[in-house]
């Protein structure tokens, strides 16, 4: 165990976690959009954002999600430069995304309602946090999408900019990790659309053989008989037919 | 919501706040929705939980399954407690005394104490527009004491005061309507869920959690034991009751109701009957009222999401 002091307060975290996760274990709360447990860290949204002070005596600012504790660590997560800090990044997400709820909740709760910023057209949500590409590649294993480019250009999305990504099986991971909505899944009859900010693609969803509900895209019934090795025949019928 | 299949499940958090090694029976549906309701929150949670089935099997003495700040309330006063935890906060901050102010406060209960016994304090607490949750564990009778009838208890159902024979025929009312009851006091946010859809009852349990004022969800748990129903089919039972429109899954918000399942057709309410032991004596003529119920009501519900969808349209 390492002992580490956040926000006055001295606690124990294991070896090999984030200061991130051993500030919610106590109950400290660090704001966060990028933060997902179930794929690796990335340190996008730069919002979890702390102060810290090293054994030795070094103070410098680092994102609480990369951050690994450390004995003798001293943490600050709620000082008047870091609400600073975190504020003119809750401004800047508010002039990339004016339509996301989530972010103006969270710019709400730390009294921002205004930004300063040139405010982007278009209905875009994203903040290029890579959440839905890091799932499709590490939870997922397809990586159907992907960010693309660099800088001010830098965008989500399929391969070359086609509205259809061959590796891409419509499971919708990306739609549920996307922390602002920005990525939207509506199932309609026997069609799936998923919506990206910058491409869509639609789905054709496998019929039960017995209740005759649509109830998964044929695309991931092949793939997840092809990774289990099972015979595809097995799939007819949906999981609340099948004996 | 509900057609996530396989990867979507590793992306939901590791971290239980309801521990495994309780003392619920096999297959118990209300273990799993408890642990999928607060699986969905952060551990800033106080929780006051009323006498019943998940006092009894996770706290015995000297064993907790919570992780969480938990408190046991009698039968009909888990509602009370919570308004007093909520107004205490208040207090304490007005005051000027250093507590964390991201402190959300739930409060659990049964069928019984809901619908029966607590349902004045519940009353009480929703009008008073306390800033809490409450989730209500619909097992459908007193499972804890020896499956005793309870109002949420659906007609025709066996209970051990209920039962059937020459003159009865179980359970002879219709299920009180607790969700509607919650909605006519214009709360902000009133839903109900089953743990077989474990997406929707997370989504739903979150977003009542963080809604400023007071919340209701009713979630219906599949019971086995007082079901008399096979221990593997709780899934199955609870994924039947939504299919048949006996149990419904919508929300109100600010009075707007919004179906949270497409459902183009209803399934036969035979299915649903006929894998609990509860339902074993109904005749066909007892079955056809039900299913007739069953289908007025739905229609009455799809009525006003319907007109709920309108209002909101002309309002934009």
Known sequence: ?243 | MEKYAVYVPRLVKKRENFAPGHRACIGCGEALAVRLAFKALDNNVIVANATGCMEIVASQIPNSSWHLPWIHTLFENAAAVASGIEAAYKAMRRKGMDVPNNVKVVAIGGDGATSDIGLQAISGALERGHDFTYICFDNEAYMNTGIQRSSATPFGAVTTTSPAGKKSFGQFTWKKNMPEIAAAHNIPYVATACHSYPFDLMEKVKKAVNTPGPAYVHVLSVCPTGWRSATDTVIRLGRLAVETGIFPLYEVENGQYKMSIDLPKLKPIQSYLKGQGRFRHLSDDLIAQIQERVKLEYEKLLGKAKNGNKRTKRNR
């Open chain 1, 1 to 243: 165990m390492v002992k580490l002091t956040i926000n006055g307060r001295k606690i124990q975290a294991e070896e090999g976690t984030t200061i991130l996760y051993a500030a919610r274990d106590n109950n400290i709360f660090i704001p966060t959009l990028c933060e997902n447990e179930a794929v690796s860290p990335y340190g996008a949204c730069r919002l979890c954002l702390v102060q810290i002070k090293t054994a030795r005596g070094r103070e410098r600012l680092v994102t609480s999600c990369i951050y690994l504790v450390e004995e003798g660590l001293t943490v600050e997560t709620n000082t008047e430069r870091i609400r600073k800090i975190r504020g003119v990044l809750l401004e800047l997400l508010l002039a990339r995304c004016p339509d996301s709820e989530v972010i103006q909740e969270m710019a709400a709760k730390e009294g921002i309602t205004i930004t300063r910023f040139y405010k982007r057209k278009g209905n875009n949500k994203c903040i290029l946090c890579a959440n839905c590409a890091r799932t499709c590649e590490e939870v997922v294993g397809v990586s159907a999408i992907s960010l693309a480019n660099r800088g001010v250009d830098r965008e989500l999305t399929t391969p070359f900019g086609d509205d259809f990504s061959e590796a891409c099986i419509g499971c919708g991971s990306c739609a549920y990790s996307c922390p602002t909505g920005a990525i939207t899944l509506i199932d309609r009859g026997s069609k799936r659309t998923i919506k990206w900010p910058h491409n869509r693609m639609e789905f054709k969803l496998q019929k039960c053989s017995v209740c005759g509900n649509y109830w998964a895209p044929e695309k991931q019934i092949a793939y997840i008989a092809k990774t289990s090795g099972t015979k595809l025949s097995e799939y007819v019928a949906c999981p609340d037919c099948r004996d």
